[in-house]
């Protein structure tokens, strides 16, 4: 089965940190770009940072660029967000998705993770 499991969601303090992870099964991440989005009650997705394939070029929204960092590793078909001084306002669904574009169609091949929850509250 082609899928992304997320992980290492849950509760922390504020000031505390997670790191997420996004594992591919039944194919290889190595081609993909992967990003991270998140969506908190009665909020519209939020896109919060992606990497390039070959994790040579990153982008992170405002909102957390200097507290979170996404790396990958294809060796093990996981990418990673790792998140410091998480907020309150950080409290969302967090989903992982990778994409690529397949060269002999020109079409989009995307995945997406369950999503994983994480809370920051004291």
């Known amino acids: 089965q082609l899928q992304l499991v997320e992980s290492g969601g849950g509760l922390v303090q504020p000031g505390g940190s997670l790191r997420l992870s996004c594992a591919a099964s039944?194919?290889?991440?190595?081609?993909?770009?992967i990003g991270w989005f998140r969506q908190a009650p009665g909020k519209e997705r939020e896109g919060v940072s992606c990497?390039?394939?070959?994790?040579?070029?990153?982008n992170y929204a405002d909102s957390v660029a200097g507290r979170f960092t996404i790396s990958r590793d294809n060796a093990k078909n996981t990418g990673y967000l790792q998140m410091n001084s998480l907020r309150p306002e950080d409290t969302a669904v967090y989903s992982c998705?990778?994409?690529?574009?397949?060269?002999?169609?020109?079409?989009?091949?995307?995945?997406w993770g369950q999503g994983t929850q994480v809370t920051v509250s004291s």
């Open positions: 039944g194919f290889t991440l190595d081609y993909y770009a």
């Open positions: 998705t990778a994409w690529a574009v397949i060269i002999t169609t020109k079409k989009e091949s995307r995945y």
């Open positions: 990497i390039s394939s070959s994790g040579g070029s990153t």
